[in-house]
């Protein structure tokens, strides 16, 4: 026997088949209810006000995303609760994950800025941009060898401190 739905899962099978007017209604519904807890969790972890907008920004596909994960079991009478609470754990979870990432990245940028001053930095700032996950010894280690080899090229002087500094910027043998 197949039971009622309710208007709200109506409107959530319509935005899990991707009908945009459903996905506007959640997403203006959720608006507050989200901004409050993400910023409560962004205090809580400790985040700036800067990273605590940028979680809000994002909770909005972490919204998206779990709408398609939802599945609508258990009594008529539970289903508005457990899609509220749904919604809140997924929102702890990735938020929790996105304060491990951001704390994760100050960690890699400070490693970077205290072993190599200001290459370091520019390092950092790279690779958190493109969103790679580099160990911050391995990159630190790399630049102290390059600043070695660097010293030592220098050392030798004329045309081998030349030849080295064409071979940094692109030149070919």
């Not at 972490?62 to 609508?72: C, M």
């Not at 996105?98 to 930095?121: E, H, I, T």
């Not at 990159?139 to 080899?149: I, Q």
């Amino acid at each position: 026997m197949s039971r009622p739905y309710t208007f709200e899962e109506r409107v959530i099978l319509a935005a899990q088949f991707g009908r945009q007017i459903a996905i506007n209604y959640l997403l203006i519904r959720w608006e507050q209810p989200k901004n409050k807890l993400v910023t409560a969790l962004a205090r809580s972890y400790g985040l700036s006000e800067q990273d605590a907008a940028d979680a809000r920004q994002e909770a909005v596909l972490w919204l998206l995303n779990a709408l398609n994960k939802y599945r609508f079991e258990g009594p008529l009478r539970r289903r508005e609760y457990r899609l509220k609470a749904f919604l809140r754990v997924t929102l702890q979870r990735r938020m929790s994950n996105y304060a491990r990432a951001v704390r994760r990245n100050l960690r890699f940028a400070k490693a970077c800025r205290d072993v190599n001053g200001p290459s370091g930095r520019a390092i950092a700032n790279r690779a958190i941009c493109h969103g790679r996950s580099i160990d911050p010894a391995i990159l630190c280690a790399n630049e102290e060898l390059h600043l070695t080899s660097q010293q030592r090229v220098a050392q030798l002087g004329g045309p081998c401190e030349r030849l080295y500094e064409m071979l940094q910027a692109g030149a070919s043998m």
